[in-house]
């Protein structure tokens, strides 16, 4: 046997244990942390609705719901300042946010016992304008099944799931492409 050969069940090993512990990181309750990407898009005949949720917002305390995406379409992410995913797309999702401006609502969900002074550092350094939930349970993670963060969700106007995107979106055109043909 090759001592490559012989690397290989190691390295598979290793591999397998951490993605194992990321499911699991930080006692999270089983959210666990992706530097994978997959998008899952439902036709429109098989959408469920979105869950309902309300909460604080971290700006400013004030009580927001998903009554804000009603009759809109709508850009739902799971986030947290520790996240270093998270924070790779957060400038691509901010600058779509601006370019749609009223014709699509994003809204954030910061979750998985997220410290708030950090989560509003989070917001500052990168100029989130759109509003955040604050969900440290991450009970609003847990209603939309949110497996792995970041976690973006397209509601169509209708309020239901009309996309899922595991993982950090980097390159914005994959997000544009669902919300834009949610929109025509």
Known sequence: MTRRAATKPIALALLLA???GACTAGGSGGIGVTTGFDVVTFPVAKRKPAPAFSGP?????KPISSAVLAGKVGVVNFWGSWCGPCRREQGPLETMSRQYG??????GI???RDQKTAALAYLREFDVKYPSVY???SSIAFDFRVRFMPATFVIDRQGRIAAEFIGAIVNAAELRAVVDSELT
């Open 18 to 20: 951490a993605v194992a």
């Open 57 to 61: 917002t971290l700006q400013d305390g």
């Open 102 to 107: 009223d014709r699509v609502q994003f809204l």
């Open 110 to 112: 910061n979750a998985r």
């Open 135 to 137: 969900n440290p349970d």
